[in-house]
């Protein structure tokens, strides 16, 4: 006897029984030992390691247009930028309809492995046309990366953890400017006939993201259920642990209702919204090298000089998100004090003696401190959305406003603006007074939000426990289960016990 489904008075869902069972309220009525919670946080280390390394080939284009691309294929950066985030575009709602309906981890170590052939081919690029064949697959592949993450982390950790584990994460951009800087001085004295510095660059990334993509095939967890690291009772306590999220732990049934409510939430273009403006910004990185080259630092100095950013990026974010767990409901005002510092750097690039190339580079520095309002929206849009459909489709419209952004900002780096940029300038200035209101605005809605549902008459049906019924392939019934109504793949517009944080 084979059970296969599980059917409830709302509907029906096919489900293993082993693994509905994690679900039932009867493996976790007790409040959980916090040392075994802290043990669960720990063992998932796995989740953030192999993250490093993937993030190492993001900045490969910014290093590489000092290491001689730009003049060996006779391309401007800036259109290869943007072909790259609009191939992004293109594929992310199917990339994150392909993480909802197939293993996460398998399906992150296939797009990393293209990623990685890809990256290697830009070796052999003469032009501008081949490299822009290969830049397409790389924004294809890059669009599962960042909503693959995002939807884990919802799953292994509470809406507070998430915050931290989401910079956690994110903070390996930092490490791997750093790796990249090292890697970028040390091809610098590689003496090759037929092989320049860059090219070195992108076969030695290649390389390591081949090893990440194997290293996900076999250890990245697709959701606690599955999770290899984990034992039996462990997969229940995690399960258990995430049911304050009210958001669900995975469901593989794309709903439509959950769709056209995602279109229709205010708040989800308010992210992405803000998504968008935050990443007009971003082309400031993939100039970074070429400014600070402009200050008068020689191509091997701007290598090193690029670690510190790398540096600066890792203990703001480590800063801001261990901040925002401190202080309650605080996402959107250290958010937006995070982003005052890119203000006062943006001032300081545009006022200062052109010739106190010293001070210049404390200006560029500081406006690497605002990434943190962006890392800080990633969690908060993942914590205050509930519904797998939903989730996914509030990810991929937020990620595809992340391309826009990133692909028209490079447009503003013209030569005729060179060499103080005041115009870029003054439209990344703009961009930044736009993001701190948007976080105010995004805080503002949905303090109202729950001030409406506590004024709400208590539902009947809120405190009712949700029963569901296993089956047997022939109808045969096998028990009820009781199961948490956090655990149900609700909406946080459908779910009215559900609070937004702040």
Known sequence: MTPTSVKDEKGSSKSDVSELELFASDNGDGALDPVESLHLLRTAWLIRAILSIQYLDKSTLGSSSILGILTATHLDANELSTVFYLSYLVFEYPQNLALQRFPVGRWLSVNIFIWSVALCCHAACRNFRELVVVRIILGMCEGSITAGFLLVSSMFY????????????????????????????????????????????????????????TAFWFLFPDSPTTAWFLTPEERATAIQRVKVNQTGVGNKHFKKEQFYEAIRDPKTWGFALFSGISNVTNSISAQAPLITASFGFTYLQTSLLGIVSGLIEIF??????????????????IGAIYILPNIAGLLMVNLINWNDRIALLAGQYLNGLGTTSFVLMLSWLNAVTAGQTKKITVNAIMLCAYCIGNAVGPFMWKQKYKPRNHVPWAVIGACYVSCI??????RLYMSRENRKRDAEPQDEDADTEVYVKQETADGEMIKMLKVDKGFLDMTDVQNRSFRYVL
């Open 158 to 213: 509470t809406r507070n953890e998430q915050m931290l584990r989401v910079g956690y994460w994110y903070l390996m951009n930092g490490t791997a400017q750093i790796a990249t800087g090292f890697i970028s001085f040390g091809v610098l004295h590689i003496q090759t006939k037929r092989f320049q510095p860059w090219q070195w660059l992108m076969i030695i990334t290649g390389i390591l993201s081949f090893m990440t993509a």
């Open 316 to 333: 703001t974010i480590w800063t801001g998100v261990n901040i925002c767990a401190r202080i309650p409901n605080s996402r959107a005002y």
């Open 437 to 442: 209101t948007l976080l105010l605005l995004l």
